[in-house]
T-cell receptor, first 111, second 116 residues
Framework: SQKIEQNSEALNIQEGKTATLTCNYTNYSPAYLQWYRQDPGRGPVFLLLIRENEKEKRKERLKVTFDTTLKQSLFHITASQPADSATYLCASHRGSNQFYFGTGTSLTVIP | GAVVSQHPSRVICKSGTSVKIECRSLDFQATTMFWYRQFPKQSLMLMATSNEGSKATYEQGVEKDKFLINHASLTLSTLTVTSAHPEDSSFYIC????????????FGDGTRLSIL
């Protein structure tokens, strides 16, 4: 069955460092991947979308890569700040309504 | 950016009550909306896909008579939890996707449902 995995439940890093989160998918080929931020008790907030024919996408301090050979997407936050602390969700999409979400990675940026 | 409004944000009610949750896309049209359920420290579990003007598509294991979905317009979908019981207590989140191709989902802020 189709599967999407985020390979760490929690990640702690020091303020100012780059946080790297991983998303792997198996048994299918998503047309694009999306990254969301979710704070406790809130709905996910869309951050970035990357298509299968794109290698990299950037938005301010955020960068996403998509490697169809490794079946993996990496999400980077550079110059991390305590305000970046949240859960980050990876989601894949193929076809009109085939969405799959990972379980999320909880990021804590330590001052 | 795209905004999705979900209401109410929190409901506390007695067992046996039916609860209606609304999901509105405020600045775009959405032929498709999605309803999710999320348990603590877990990911989003898709319950059903709501299509404007037609019946919703439910995921396996989700009772369609329990969770009634109505998508009456391009900007509004409702989820009604009928005769709610304590095991229905959860965080329910809706999302909407713009009708144009290859667009991300945009989420509401969720509804915390607590059944006593």
């Amino acid at each position: 069955s189709q599967k999407i995995e985020q390979n760490s439940e929690a990640l702690n890093i020091q303020e100012g460092k780059t946080a790297t989160l991983t998303c792997n998918y198996t048994n299918y080929s998503p047309a694009y991947l999306q990254w969301y931020r979710q704070d406790p008790g809130r709905g996910p907030v869309f951050l970035l979308l990357i298509r299968e024919n794109e290698k990299e996408k950037r938005k301010e301090r955020l960068k996403v890569t998509f490697d169809t050979t490794l079946k993996q997407s990496l999400f980077h936050i550079t110059a991390s700040q305590p305000a970046d602390s949240a859960t980050y969700l990876c989601a894949s999409h193929r076809g009109s309504n085939q969405f799959y979400f990972g379980t999320g990675t909880s990021l804590t940026v330590i001052p | 950016g795209a905004v999705v409004s979900q209401h109410p944000s929190r409901v506390i009610c007695k067992s046996g009550t039916s609860v209606k949750i609304e999901c509105r896309s405020l600045d775009f049209q959405a032929t498709t909306m999605f309803w999710y359920r999320q348990f603590p420290k877990q990911s989003l579990m898709l319950m059903a896909t709501s299509n404007e003007g037609s019946k919703a598509t439910y995921e396996q294991g989700v009772e369609k008579d329990k969770f009634l979905i109505n998508h009456a317009s391009l900007t509004l979908s409702t989820l009604t939890v009928t005769s709610a019981h304590p095991e229905d207590s959860s965080f329910y989140i809706c999302s909407a996707r713009p009708s144009t191709a290859n667009q991300p989902q945009h989420f509401g802020d969720g509804t915390r449902l607590s059944i006593l």
